[in-house]
């Protein structure tokens, strides 16, 4: 069966300091991989996506970069944390875009 | 560009009354059509989703949805309503076709269901 693990669950960071968040596909070969972003009562916003290794697409941006090292791995990250970035982040699988995964996601908390 | 609104932040109810919590979109062709629920803390969980076909669709839960393409709606019902049913609910529309998938949300329509 398919898994999707995020890490860490939550971070509490100071501004300024760096950020590196991860996803980790298991049992599906080459799947499109998503972050989202949900600010505290908000919606979900998604940030970047993944169709292939090494390739990924930004659809927002937030001062925020993402990487696919592997194909069953997803990264985002940032050099320098902002207020702004406390929210809870998602990553997604798919295959088609009639079906989504979302994984348990990550808190984080900037001050 | 295509766009979900869902116009009712909070809904509140008492348990035993039906529930429906609106969404519209917009996009000049067929859609595909989700509602996922949220409940406090954690991560969105599948209800059900319209590709094509029958325009009711039946998910998780209880809860069912009625695909209107007349007036662009795909609003999320169930009867009757349980406590364990609050929870913030997300409806979501992606698009057929391509190979830039992207789910786009509404802004969620928080439900509190009153035992």
């Known amino acids: 069966a398919q898994t999707i693990h995020q890490w860490p669950v939550a971070e509490i960071k100071a501004v300024g300091s760096p950020l590196s968040l991860g996803c980790t596909i298991k049992?599906?070969?080459?799947?499109?991989l998503y972050w989202y972003w949900q600010a505290t009562g908000g919606t979900l916003q998604q940030l970047f996506y993944?169709?292939?290794?090494?390739?990924v697409e930004s659809v927002v941006q937030l001062n925020l970069s993402a990487s696919r090292p592997k194909d069953d791995q997803f990264i985002l990250s940032t050099e320098k944390l902002l207020l702004s970035h406390s929210g809870f982040y998602l990553c997604a699988w798919s295959l088609t875009n009639s079906d989504y995964t979302f994984g348990s996601g990550t808190r984080l908390l900037v001050i | 560009a295509q766009s979900v609104d869902q116009p009712d932040a909070h809904v509140t109810l008492s348990e035993g009354a039906s529930l429906e919590l609106r969404c519209s979109y917009s996009y000049s062709a067929a859609p595909y059509l989700f509602w996922y629920v949220q409940y406090p803390g954690q991560s969105l969980q599948f209800l059900l989703k319209y590709i094509t076909g029958d325009t009711v669709v039946k998910g998780t839960k209880g809860f069912e949805a009625e695909f209107r393409k007349s007036n662009s709606s795909f609003n999320l019902k169930k009867s009757p309503a349980h406590w364990s049913d609050s929870a913030k609910y997300f409806c979501?529309?992606?698009?057929?076709?391509?190979?830039?998938?992207?789910?786009?949300f509404g802004k969620g329509t928080k439900l509190s269901v009153k035992s």
């Open positions: 979501a529309l992606d698009t057929p076709g391509g190979s830039n998938a992207k789910l786009t």
């Open positions: 049992g599906k070969s080459s799947p499109n």
């Open positions: 993944s169709i292939t290794v090494g390739q």
